[in-house]
T-cell receptor, first 111, second 118 residues
Framework: GIQVEQSPPDLILQEGANSTLRCNFSDSVNNLQWFHQNPWGQLINLFYIPSGTKQNGRLSATTVATERYSLLYISSSQTTDSGVYFCAVERSSSNTGKLIFGQGTTLQVKP | DAGVIQSPRHEVTEMGQEVTLRCKPISGHNSLFWYRQTMMRGLELLIYFNNNVPIDDSGMPEDRFSAKMPNASFSTLKIQPSEPRDSAVYFC????????????????FGDGTRLSIL
């Protein structure tokens, strides 16, 4: 099956700092989503980005499908950004909607 | 718009009891997914439905787990009998899938049910 690797596994930032989270995947994909799991356990959709670049406020994401990776940028981090960030993909040959999740990056933003 | 609604939010029960988790997908969505999250295995897909029909249940752990989708606005995941190792957070998600492909649409998740089996 497709492998999804996220890095770094853990990240500690001072409030106001910028960061880049990475997601590598082992096969071509037709669906890639970034999620934020907040401290209450809720999974929040951040981006649906199988290719290209998108921005939403302080967050942006870029997926380079041909090179099989995606990046999530967090600028001017805030304590509310703390939590776990997941990348999830669906393999192109799957055509089933089945998402495979990475193990996540745990982010802690300190005041 | 209402998102995916799951109930209950928390469930604590004793080993051997039947547990039923409920999910109402986003109106108009035709694909529904059940996931389980544990520390050891992370987030894993259990089963998913398209147009109320189960498409792939290969992720269901064993016969003690069953899922149904009697109509487009309701699904259940049942564990009978429950065991302590079933303790986890169970998420339901839905998406709008094209007729020709089940993919290419984002999935939206409910808030999850935190299940504890004593």
């Amino acid at each position: 099956g497709i492998q999804v690797e996220q890095s770094p596994p853990d990240l500690i930032l001072q409030e106001g700092a910028n960061s880049t989270l990475r997601c590598n995947f082992s096969d071509s994909v037709n669906n890639l989503q970034w999620f934020h799991q907040n401290p209450w356990g809720q999974l929040i959709n951040l981006f649906y980005i199988p290719s290209g670049t998108k921005q939403n406020g302080r967050l942006s994401a870029t997926t380079v499908a041909t090179e099989r990776y995606s990046l999530l940028y967090i600028s001017s981090s805030q304590t509310t950004d703390s939590g776990v960030y997941f990348c999830a993909v669906e393999r192109s040959s799957s055509n089933t909607g089945k998402l495979i999740f990475g193990q996540g990056t745990t982010l802690q933003v300190k005041p | 718009d209402a998102g995916v609604i799951q109930s209950p939010r928390h469930e604590v029960t004793e080993m051997g009891q039947e547990v039923t988790l409920r999910c109402k997908p986003i109106s108009g969505h035709n694909s529904l997914f059940w996931y389980r999250q544990t520390m050891m295995r992370g987030l894993e897909l259990l089963i998913y439905f398209n147009n109320n029909v189960p498409i792939d249940d290969s992720g269901m752990p064993e016969d003690r787990f069953s899922a149904k989708m009697p109509n487009a606005s309701f699904s259940t995941l049942k564990i009978q009998p429950s065991e302590p190792r079933d303790s986890a957070v169970y998420f339901c998600a839905s998406s709008l899938a094209h007729r020709q492909a089940y993919s290419n649409q984002p999935q939206h998740f409910g808030d999850g049910t935190r299940l504890s089996i004593l």
